[in-house]
């Protein structure tokens, strides 16, 4: 695990990096005329099914800035985060993040910056362990 950012005096960890390419399914990618409604297939159903496949139902997912209308970049990278420290709901919190690089862009540089640009206590998910 990577310390990638803090949380109220504790270490936002990443635990799972997930890269694979953008228009993978295409031979040379969608035509210009079909970019928004691919887009949009592959952010709001697409992403969401994967996540719900690696990490179950309770993941927040965040996808950062895109524009639907334009080609995306190579690679479509979902990052897993979690905190020790929690939010109002619970006593640790996680965050799932995606969004699409180049692939020569450092993907561990971009999961930092990105986590820079939202704030955790309104983004991350909490959630409580278990009384024993």
Not at 33 to 48: C, H, Q, Y
Not at 60 to 84: F, G, H
Request: glycine letters at 8%; a negative charge.
């Amino acid at each position: 695990m990577r310390i990638v950012g803090q949380y109220k005096g504790s270490d936002i960890r990443l635990t799972d990096l997930q890269m694979s390419e953008t228009y993978g399914t295409w031979l040379a990618g969608p035509g210009e005329k079909m970019f928004e409604s691919v887009n949009w297939e592959k952010i709001n159903v697409g992403l969401p099914q994967r996540v719900e496949k690696m990490w179950g139902k309770d993941r927040v997912l965040n996808v950062m800035d895109i524009d639907y209308k334009k080609k995306l970049p190579s690679v479509e990278v979902i990052a897993c985060l979690q905190c020790a420290a929690g939010t109002k709901e619970g006593d640790y919190s996680n965050l799932v993040m995606a969004w699409f690089q180049e692939s020569d862009e450092d993907p561990f540089a971009k999961v930092v910056s990105n986590l820079k640009s939202i704030k955790w206590e309104e983004k991350a998910h909490g959630w409580w362990i278990a009384n024993l």
